[in-house]
Structure formats: structure tokens, C-alpha cells
């Protein structure tokens, strides 16, 4: 699992900020610098992705498309869960990921006053 806090195409990649995890079905403790976090219950849109690594933006253009036109707005970090291994077909790298983005309805208060 990845969790992503800054969009990569409005950071310098130095910059971007990024935690790596796994799910635990026991009880666990911290040690040596690993952290144990739940994360919180939230909405999220979700979108899953199976394809060449090349067509990843389009996959998250389309999640952003489907939050925007349904009134949604983004409200955390970005989740990736890596569903499989990627696999090298034919020398294209291809991802099996789901997609999910936190998310709230924007109010229409909210939105008069943005516009």
C-alpha cells in the first residue's frame, strides 16, 4: 500500500511526501523506526487500474473527472493498493492497482462561494 500526501505533478519530486504500508491481521508493536497505524474510517472513490503503467494518469484523470461531476471534492492523501506484482509484458511494465481517493460532498454554499 501507498500513501501518497502531494500531488506529483505540482511537486519537485525531492519534495513529495510518501508513506509505505502493509496490513496486519494480528497485533503488532512499533520497533526500530516502524510505525503502527490504523487508518481512519473515511469515503472514498475508488478506481481500479490493470495496464500498461503508461495509462496511470488517464486512470487518475478519470477518478478526478468522476469526483468533480459528482460534486465531490478530494480531502486526504491519495491510497494505492497493489492488488498484484507488476508484470513485465512484451517490455511494457503493467501495474494492478486500486486507485482511492478520500473524499466529501462540496456543499452549495461551498461552491457559491468559489465561484
Request: proline letters at 9%; hydrophobic letters at 35%.
Amino acid at each position: 500500500m501507498g500513501i501518497f500526501f502531494d500531488p506529483p505533478d505540482a511537486n519537485p519530486q525531492e519534495n513529495l511526501r510518501s508513506e509505505i504500508g502493509i496490513q496486519i491481521y494480528s497485533e503488532a508493536q512499533s520497533a526500530d523506526g516502524i510505525l503502527i497505524k490504523e487508518p481512519p474510517t473515511m469515503d472514498v472513490a475508488s478506481i481500479s487500474h490493470k495496464g500498461p503503467s503508461k495509462e496511470y494518469p488517464k486512470t487518475y484523470r478519470d477518478l478526478s473527472e468522476w469526483i468533480t461531476r459528482r460534486g465531490y471534492e478530494w480531502v486526504g492523501p491519495l491510497i494505492e493498493i497493489y492488488t498484484r506484482k507488476p508484470k513485465l509484458v512484451r517490455g511494457e511494465t503493467i501495474l494492478f492497482t486500486k486507485i482511492m481517493a478520500p473524499l466529501r460532498k462540496i456543499m452549495m454554499a461551498q461552491k457559491r462561494n468559489e465561484s
